[in-house]
């Protein structure tokens, strides 16, 4: 007869050989994708029109065939990038030297590009751009605006299939807070950091610590409670500081940020294998979300967005993440519930937040210096291929209900318990 220990063994061993198996799956498109998207801030002036293009290191090198020159980083710039005026005649372009930065823990080229209109009305252009997009064809390039009156918008994102943008369409604010939207919603989905955050979090929704333990909780509506909980803490938290910095209230460092980013994934791991304070899942959320703010801040920063004006494009961008984080729950949260009626589930919160704890580590270090990345070809794999995970989850959840017993109350929870979790909620 198989003995608890050596069962709860073994399911942890199955949870691991699954997520690593995930990963080997899809290892070979790893490098196929796109760090990040590219930027293009582009501001209007009375007689000319300045741009600052930014891009990642790790994509364009990939795309020259290696680590590049500051002069073939221009040279390839100048080559995908045409402004024409409304009279169709091609802009001069005067660009600067190139500066190597870090945006999100991205390490990105950026470069100023000088348009000359040639004595033509600068307020009114079409910009073509096909950096990188060339290339991988799911690449973006998100455009950002700031008119001659200083007012800001994204004025659209540029694709494979429409790489072109006519500045001076009265249309185009509608279209941008549009793209901004999905901007918001790509970015998070393609933060690992982020995600693993709230999923880390979303590991103890359903389960109530109790005398320094956790145990499950009875019942769907003190779960869901939990979860809509844990995701406003978060959503207050990062909307704090993203709006607070974009009206420049509250400024901070990136590198800092992103180390505590990291710190913020493993506080979330330890607390998933024993609560470190009653509902802390709440606290950690919120708390850490004004971090999580700072970063959203940053990347937006970037972009050329600060100041009253940009308000309506920094919401669109919040709408875009808070999107992205209830997609995250709908997908993923159903199979973690189903799973927390098994007895696998002890098991398989332990290894999810011992593969956080892991995963945060390595962050930390990677973003202080001290070691690259291990696993940054697993996380891009995982990221680029975020099916696989749900599916694997659901999988595991399905083999769960199917193949092991279902429980009423967790073995260390007894009925003298009960009015103390239904005090919990």
Do not use: C, K
Not at 214 to 230: E, F, I, K, N, Q
Not at 291 to 306: E, P, W
């Amino acid at each position: 007869m198989t003995t608890r220990p050596t069962r709860a063994l073994a399911v942890t061993a199955l949870t691991g050989v699954l997520t690593g198996g995930l990963a080997l799956l899809t290892a070979g498109t790893a490098q196929a994708h796109s760090l990040t998207s590219s930027t293009l801030a582009v501001r209007v002036g009375e007689e000319s029109v300045e741009a600052t293009v930014s891009v990642a290191a790790d994509t364009l090198d990939t795309v020259l065939g290696g680590p590049a020159t500051d002069a073939e980083v221009t040279g390839y710039l100048a080559e995908h990038l045409t402004v024409t005026g409304s009279d169709g005649s091609t802009w001069t372009e005067t660009w600067s030297s190139v500066v190597r930065e870090t945006v999100e823990g991205v390490d990105s080229y950026r470069v100023v590009v000088v348009l000359d209109p040639g004595g033509a009305d600068p307020s009114t252009f079409t910009l073509g751009y096909d950096g990188v997009i060339a290339a991988d064809a799911s690449h973006e390039a998100v455009i950002v605006l700031t008119d001659a009156a200083g007012e800001i918008s994204t004025a659209g994102v540029l694709t494979a299939t429409d790489d072109s943008l006519t500045v001076g369409d009265p249309g185009v604010l509608g279209t941008g807070l549009t793209d901004m939207v999905g901007y918001g919603l790509h970015h998070v989905l393609e933060g690992a950091d982020h995600l693993l955050f709230l999923l880390t979090l979303l590991l103890v929704a359903p389960v109530a610590a109790v005398a320094g333990r956790w145990r499950r909780r009875d019942g769907m509506r003190p779960t869901a409670r939990s979860v809509l909980a844990v995701v406003t803490a978060f959503t207050v938290g990062h909307s704090l500081t993203l709006l607070a910095s974009a009206l420049g209230w509250v400024t901070a460092p990136s590198a800092p940020v992103e180390v505590l980013i990291a710190v913020s994934v493993g506080v979330a791991a330890v607390h998933a294998l024993r609560p470190l304070a009653h509902r802390g899942e709440v606290l950690v959320a919120g708390g850490f979300g004004l971090v999580h703010g700072l970063a959203f801040a940053g990347i937006l920063t970037d972009l050329g967005l600060g100041g009253v004006t940009s308000v309506p494009a920094l919401l669109a961008f919040n709408v875009g993440v808070e999107l992205a984080q209830l997609l995250t729950v709908a997908l993923v949260f159903p199979s973690l519930y189903l799973l927390s009626r098994t007895r696998w589930y002890p098991a398989v919160r332990t290894t999810g937040a011992l593969i956080a704890l892991v995963a945060a580590t390595t962050w930390a270090l990677d973003r202080l210096g001290r070691q690259a990345d291990p696993l940054a070809g697993v996380e891009e794999t995982l990221i680029a291929n975020p099916w696989w995970v749900v599916a694997g989850l659901a999988l595991l959840a399905l083999v769960a209900r199917t193949t092991g017993p279902s429980v009423q109350q967790d073995d260390a929870t007894r009925t003298t318990d009960r009015p103390t979790l239904a005090r919990l909620g």
